[in-house]
């Protein structure tokens, strides 16, 4: 169970690390970029605004960009199979364990050494039987993590300083070779990126006995050879969309293996599929027709030598002069999610994966709420995010119904305009606030006059004055718009679209950035349990380009000080929740089970002691809890991690072998089962 404490103290032993969802040893693509040995960056990473600090493994990042670090992982779970002795097989090639090493889930070890100054290797798999070498961007798993499928956890083998690489280690590897000069220019190219994808969308998948390792290569092949992709993005990509089709599928180092020996040994030209490159070098014959000199000057048409690089207020979601749209049903938590943006942008501080650069001040005006819940809101908001309310209120101005009457856009006399009233408003308020730079008007319906939402002419013109006054303001400038209702019924609703809003579709065409707001979906609920209070964000259109996976939101209700209780938006992980939940539904019963030394309790007094003692679970019935056991526990399909108050590490299986179902817990790597529980076999009745 790696908390915050836990990977703060393995970083200090000079490793770079990032982590990895709890219970699994699967990076996400960016882990190479997220590793770090920074006590700030790890703060973040491992950061929750409501418990403090999540339950992540621990990932570490190996080679040049990992501090120099190279890991050498003994595989001992095949010795019997095989008849082999992977850690023989170690010490026989010039290993040694007077150096950091850890155990792993599964009864193995990796030992830790510095890699030679200016020397990288590459990664390594059966350098020796039962050998791997992890090296560059390569990744090992930190002591305090647990592997879900063995049902075991890391544990710090022998406490050590990380100790050089053995010297006759070294002609056993691989030094990393300059990437190969592709005909495309460069490494990866953004335009045949998706048209590897869908080659690995629909090309045959790889079937054991029917020639799969072959398939692999050449399909491997085809990525860095005739899409000239770089060996880390073709490993991703098929990791993504050709691997889950294998069958079996293929593990990721030796799928990492197979993309390394393409990137080695294809041959033929790189790039070659490129789009970019399909063009080079085609010749165009002139024009029969010339025109005369008119004595236009064309210099302004030429291609800009000097191009300026986007600036973003909050990357990839806000831009100066531009327009985003954060479109969303009723009650999803729009108003409560741009309070947290407010507050974050005004600290500096990053919100949630959104990048925010630098601090400046906002104008929010809300005709549906008063100033007061707004700013209750926003108390919340500070208050639980641990933020300087005196410094969000010198730097948020609120308006609302309450205290001014504003209207963005109005249709009078067969004309569609700003009020005059409203933008000599608007333009005094940034001339006094420089740092003024975001305006949110929430929601865009209430803002407006004598205007048909579902005709789209007249909502284009809306958008034209809203895209005229951000620009002439240079301000972003938000708007929220609704969703119709039932919407989600349809059969054709795409959640991803950016033409979701009700009425006309020129909302979504006229502004730069779309960004859809959503409760869960009936899919989502089947992987995390309905939870009420969860949303998404899903950027659905992006102008500038970057439009990142959606991420999960929850509407956590704090109460601030004054008694009352407000929503606040913080960001989640639903997986990790529906985690957590189960975890300390397997602690509850653990404690009980050890506590009262009891050999068998049922379901429905398993989940009375649940129902009780975990606050987790309070206000759940226990029948509902029943049902969770039972389907925790179904058949043996999980084992899950527990930990005694005295530190002892144990796994809480199910023994399928009894004619009742036994669950015992299981200490990790030694002993017997202690005080089993039993559950009732399926289908009888308590």
């Known amino acids: ?97 007077d150096t950091l090493t850890v155990k792993t889930a599964s009864g193995g070890l990796q030992t830790y050494f510095h890699v030679p100054t200016g020397r990288s290797f590459r990664n390594a798999q059966s350098i020796v039987p039962g050998v791997d070498i992890r090296c560059e961007n390569g990744y090992g798993i930190g002591p305090g993590s647990f592997a879900i499928e063995s049902g075991g956890g890391y544990e710090l083998e022998h406490d050590l300083p990380i100790a050089d690489l053995p010297p006759v280690i070294v002609p056993l590897l691989k030094p990393v070779e300059p990437r190969k000069i592709r005909l495309n220019g460069h490494a990866d190219s953004e335009k045949a990126i998706p048209l590897f994808v869908a080659y690995l969308q629909q090309v045959e998948p790889a079937i054991e006995g029917q020639g799969g390792d072959t398939h692999t290569y050449n399909v491997a092949c085809m990525g860095v050879r005739d899409y000239g992709l770089s060996e880390p993005t073709v490993t991703m ?188 408003f608007l333009n005094e308020l940034k001339d006094k606030r420089p740092d003024l730079l975001m305006m949110i008007f929430d929601p865009l319906r209430k803002m407006t006059r004598g205007i048909n939402e579902n005709d789209n002419a007249m909502m284009s013109e809306v958008m034209g004055c809203v895209n005229a006054l951000a620009t002439s303001l240079g301000v972003s400038i938000w708007l929220t718009h609704h969703t119709a209702k039932h919407f989600m019924a349809r059969k054709e609703f795409d959640p991803n679209s950016a033409d979701i809003s009700v009425g006309a579709g020129a909302i979504a065409s006229s502004a730069r950035i779309v960004i859809n707001m959503l409760p869960q979906l009936e899919a989502d609920m089947l992987v995390h349990g309905k939870r009420d209070e969860y949303f998404s964000i899903r950027i659905a259109k992006n102008s500038y380009g970057p439009k990142p996976d959606l991420t999960w939101w929850e509407r956590h209700i704090h109460r601030w000080s004054n008694g009352q209780e407000y929503p606040v938006a913080i960001a989640t992980d639903p997986k990790q929740a529906m985690s957590m939940l189960n975890r300390a539904l397997v602690h509850a019963i653990g404690d009980f089970i050890l506590d009262s030394g009891q050999i068998s309790i049922t379901v429905n007094v398993a989940a009375s002691v649940v129902a009780e003692n975990d606050q987790l679970h309070e206000g759940i019935s226990v029948r509902t809890i029943a049902e969770k056991i039972r389907t925790l526990f179904k058949r043996g399909r999980e084992q899950h991690p527990y930990r005694s108050t005295d530190g002892s590490a144990y796994s809480v299986q199910l023994d399928t072998e009894a004619k009742t179902h036994q669950i015992t817990l299981v200490p990790l790597g030694y002993g017997a089962p202690v005080a089993p529980m039993i559950l009732a076999p399926e289908g009888t009745n308590e």
């Open 237 to 424: 990509l098929m990791l993504e969309h050709f691997n889950p089709r294998c069958e079996p599928p293929w593990d990721i180092d030796e799928l990492k293996h197979k993309v390394e020996n393409a990137d080695s040994y294809a041959i033929g030209e790189a790039g070659s599929r490129d789009p970019e490159n399909l063009l080079n070098g085609v010749s165009y014959k002139p024009s029969a027709l010339v025109m005369s000199d008119t004595g236009l000057d064309l210099s302004g048409y030429r291609l800009l030598t000097d191009i300026p690089v986007t600036n973003w207020l909050i990357h990839p979601i806000a831009i100066p002069g531009e327009v985003t749209v954060l479109t969303g049903p009723g009650g999803v938590g729009k108003s409560c999610w741009l309070i947290g943006m407010a507050c974050h942008a005004i600290m500096g501080r990053d919100y949630g994966p959104f990048t925010i650069k630098s601090p400046f001040d906002i104008f929010m005006h809300n005709p549906e709420d008063s100033r007061d819940i707004i700013s209750g809101r926003v108390a919340a908001t500070t208050d639980l995010y641990r933020m300087d309310l005196d410094q969000i209120s010198n730097h948020l101005i609120i308006s609302s119904h309450s205290n001014q009457a504003l209207t963005l856009v109005q249709y009078d006399n067969r004309k569609m305009t700003t009020p005059e009233a409203t933008y000599r």
């Open 1 to 97: 169970m790696a908390l915050l404490a836990d990977a703060l103290a393995f970083s200090q032993r000079g490793l770079k690390i990032f982590p990895l969802p709890y219970g699994e040893k699967r990076p996400d693509n960016q882990f190479i970029e997220l590793a770090t040995d920074d006590p700030t960056k790890i703060n973040q990473l491992w950061a929750d605004p409501v418990t403090g600090s999540r339950e992540y493994n621990i990932g570490v990042l190996c080679g040049s960009g990992g501090n120099n670090v190279l890991i050498v992982d003994i595989d001992t779970k095949h010795d019997q199979r095989f008849g082999r002795s992977a850690i023989h097989n170690y010490l026989s090639m010039g290993g040694h364990f």
